[in-house]
């Protein structure tokens, strides 16, 4: 069997564990999911008007708040599925499954796009769930066209697969699950600093260049802008730059982890 060929189906076959694992072990999974539901519901119902009004100049329209929450609470799903990936790998590093598959015959990239595939796959559907408990709380982007659906899909799938290959190297790079959980704390803070809840510019002066500057805001004003048809700017370029950029340190960084000889 050619090489490519040996690739792709072991590839397959550790997409298909990884997912029966996810499956038969769906609490840090389930745990992930409520944790941007919570959000979601909290900042709608109890402190939307609030929020509605410091961002409407007084005025409190909690419709219009939840319009502006709800991509910035997708990215945030994005991000703590990844963290998931980064546990889910330190897991299989500490349980020694990773060493067994150093001894067999199998493709050894294999491994880790497994991972990788099978975490984007499940990021995509946590964004498909949390994206329908905001439709059924009111959420509508009834501007958005087919065409600009089909480019937050995409958009969707490309921030997942940056995060996720930047989680990878965090949990291979981690002593065990708990370290790789606080060493992908980042991914978790950084999207609550970022222009998801209120904009960059009702944030204090010396804090919005934190928030402008980081790969979480251009990839939510991006799609908050192709759903709602607001001004996307160059965050559309940004956000591709950051993914482009991420995913080949993630990879990288992983692909060197994982091919060093075992101390």
Partial sequence: MSTPALAVRDSATML???LLHARRYPSLTLNLLLTPVMLLLLFVYVFGDVM???????????????????PGILMLTI????????????????????????????????????????????????????GAVAVAIGFRATDATPLEWL???ALVAVVSLALTWTAVGLGLSSPNPEAASNNALPLMVLPLLSSAFVPVDAM?????????YQPFT????????????TPIGNNGWLTIAWCVGL?????????????????
């Fill in 16 to 18: 298909r564990r990884n």
């Fill in 52 to 70: 509605s009004a410091g961002i409407g100049h007084g005025t409190a329209d909690r419709s219009a708040y939840l319009a502006y929450l709800v």
């Fill in 79 to 130: 991000a703590f599925s990844a963290i998931g990936s980064a546990v889910s790998v330190a897991m299989d590093m500490t349980e020694g499954i990773i060493a067994r598959f150093r001894t067999m015959a199998i493709h050894r990239g294999s491994v880790l796009i497994g991972h990788v595939v099978g975490s984007v796959l499940q990021c995509m559907m946590s964004v498909v769930l949390v």
């Fill in 151 to 153: 480019a937050a899909l």
């Fill in 204 to 212: 204090p002066g010396w804090f919005q260049p934190i928030a402008e």
């Fill in 218 to 229: 251009p990839a939510i004003e991006t799609l908050r802008g192709l759903l709602l048809s």
């Fill in 247 to 263: 995913t080949a340190l993630g990879y990288t960084w992983s692909k060197s982890l994982f091919t060093r000889d075992p101390k």
